[in-house]
């Protein structure tokens, strides 16, 4: 098992992304349970989200404008949908990038988060609300999270799953991310996607002394995916 393995991980490539995201869409389900459970308001429910793998591990997805691979894709559904585990989902779609290394040597390190930066770009290059993106790296049982800012990146510290505090730091992370606002998870709130316009409308101020104001609006013209 991926949680209890010490060291570098002795499964195949395939079964450690499987082990990993089945982990992460366990966690979905109680996080879905928990949202249904209390007694929040319809405002507060409607912020909540379900934060679910995609069906398909180390794949391509349809939007990318390279031959690169992800592991696995992180996406939002809504908190009372029916989890299934959508297919190859878009780069316009992902909410985050898993990379995952069966080692955790200094170069397999340092290859996931290369590998991490590219995907990283594509999803700036089709999201055009996203202010910041959210990526994981997983080396044998240790997970690190990057904050890919527009002039630094941060990272967490290891959390290894194969300890109690590391596996509830985890969980307590895709939780979080479940319930938190959609301006926390990097997005951009004056700027909406209009996919039967096939276009964004960005919420611009009236004038420079009253950034409250509801303003104008105009549109991006961008093709939708």
Known sequence: ?????????????????????????????????????????????????LLLPGQNVNYKPEDSDDSTCIDIGLVASKHDAVIELCIKPSYYRLR????????????DLYDAFAQLCEYTRQMYAVQHNLRTVLGFTV????????????????????????????RRAFVELLVNMSLC?????????????????????????????????SGVRS???HKAN
């Open 1 to 49: 098992m991926w949680t209890t393995t010490k060291g570098a991980y002795a499964g195949s490539d395939n079964d450690m992304y499987i082990a990993i995201k089945s982990f992460i869409a366990y966690v979905a389900h109680f996080v879905k349970g928990g949202i249904q459970s209390r007694n929040l308001s319809a405002e507060a429910r409607q912020g909540c989200r």
């Open 96 to 107: 985050a990038v898993v990379e995952a290394k069966k080692g955790k040597k200094e170069g």
């Open 139 to 166: 080396c044998a049982s240790d997970i690190w999270i990057y904050h890919f800012g527009h002039s630094k990146t941060v990272a967490s510290e290891p959390m290894d799953v194969t300890s109690p505090n590391g």
């Open 181 to 213: 606002d959609d301006s926390q998870l990097s997005c951009d709130p004056t700027m909406q996607h209009l996919p039967e316009l096939r276009c964004w409308q960005i919420d611009c101020p009236d004038n420079s002394d009253d950034s409250s104001s």
């Open 219 to 221: 549109n991006l013209a």
